[in-house]
């Protein structure tokens, strides 16, 4: 099957998998893992961070990251659009007691800072306090660019909030922009980076940043029931992934505009590309027969009127001529 899903759906390679069955474990929870020791000081040193910290999810890092850095009745702003406050459960107000501000996001993914900044509460005893940015690159696919971030970062630090930026696709962006993440992500006090979506690990994701606010975040973890014990066997894909899988993310940025060049001959309409995400419009009546029909052809999609195909390590450029084969026959 070629799934499009997501890029979450990749399995472990055998490379991977034997690198998995190799590592050094201990208990993680004692600090004791070499493995997850490794993993967190690789992952601070590519980021330029001072330490780095092994979660199970991306989920987890983000929530663990809030509540670090906003205590209850504290105030985060963010993008209607951000995974941290759409698509996690609501976690850091069900958990952490924090009041997200949402603001809409802009076409290309940033928020406006002048919007911002006038959504930042005065100092009065009405008011939650506001205490922290929180950003995520890419979003939906698109990358957000290194001026921007800086122009955020430095904006943040004027008004004396934290930032974070939630970086479970940062690689992707970097691939884009051919530039190292210690440089795009530059200012941040903290960055999330999942090691499980194109990276292609089958879990993980690292929170790099401060160390004073990674040792808030250890303990948080700790109590969301996040210390996993020999996990250096999660933390040895993590570090072949880190190693191995970060520059053919381009690949996948190659067959997701070969995915949207074939949509778009064969008469779909399709959002420009800039990442490994298309979305192309299905008219909502034939939605449910679109999916039927890509499956029959050994296509896994999630077909709605904004269809969101992802691409991965595993679909190769063949699989990607399926799959453009599966749309244009439903349409002719
Ligand atoms: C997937 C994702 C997460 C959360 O990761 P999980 O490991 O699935 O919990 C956070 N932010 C963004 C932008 C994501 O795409």
Avoid at 73 to 98: F, P, W
Avoid at 107 to 122: E, F, R
Avoid at 181 to 187: D, I, M, R
Wanted: proline content about 3%; charged content about 20%; overall charge neutral.
């Amino acid at each position: 099957m070629i799934d499009l899903r997501s890029d979450t759906v990749t399995r472990p390679t055998a490379a991977m998998r034997e690198a998995m069955a190799r590592a050094e474990v201990g208990d993680d929870v004692f600090g004791d893992d070499p493995t997850v020791n490794r993993l967190e000081a690789i992952a601070a040193e590519r980021f330029g961070a001072e330490a780095g910290l092994f979660f199970p999810s991306g989920t987890q890092s983000n929530l663990a990251a809030l509540m670090a850095h906003c205590a209850r009745g504290e105030e985060v702003i963010l993008g209607q659009d951000a995974h941290t406050y759409r698509y996690e459960g609501g976690g850091a107000a069900v958990l952490g007691s924090i009041q997200p501000q949402p603001l809409a996001n802009r076409a290309d993914g940033t928020l406006d800072l002048d919007m911002v900044a006038a959504a930042i509460k005065p100092d009065d005893s009405h008011f939650a306090v506001t205490r922290l940015l929180a950003l995520e690159n890419t979003i939906g696919g698109k990358v957000i660019g290194r001026d921007y971030l800086a122009s955020a970062v430095t904006f943040a630090w004027k008004k004396g909030l934290s930032t974070h930026l939630d970086g479970a696709r940062i690689f992707n962006a970097a691939v884009k922009l051919g530039m190292p993440v210690n440089l795009l992500c530059a200012g941040f006090d903290s960055v999330s980076v999942c090691l499980s979506k194109g990276l292609g690990a089958p879990a993980g994701t690292v929170l790099v940043g401060h160390k004073a606010l990674l040792d808030k975040a250890r303990r948080i973890r700790k109590m969301l029931g996040g210390g996993m014990r020999q996990a250096g066997i999660l933390a040895a894909a993590g570090l072949h992934a880190l190693e191995r899988h970060v520059d053919r993310l381009a690949e996948d940025h190659d067959n997701a505009a070969k995915l949207a060049e074939g949509l778009a001959s064969a008469g779909y309409e399709v959002e420009p590309v800039q990442t490994n995400m298309v979305f192309a419009r299905v008219p909502a009546e034939r939605c449910a027969v679109l999916k039927e029909h890509l499956a029959a052809a050994g296509v896994t999609a999630i077909v709605t009127p904004r269809t969101r195909l992802v691409t991965h390590l595993d679909v190769d450029a063949d699989g990607i001529a399926k799959a453009v084969a599966a749309f244009a026959s439903f349409r002719s």
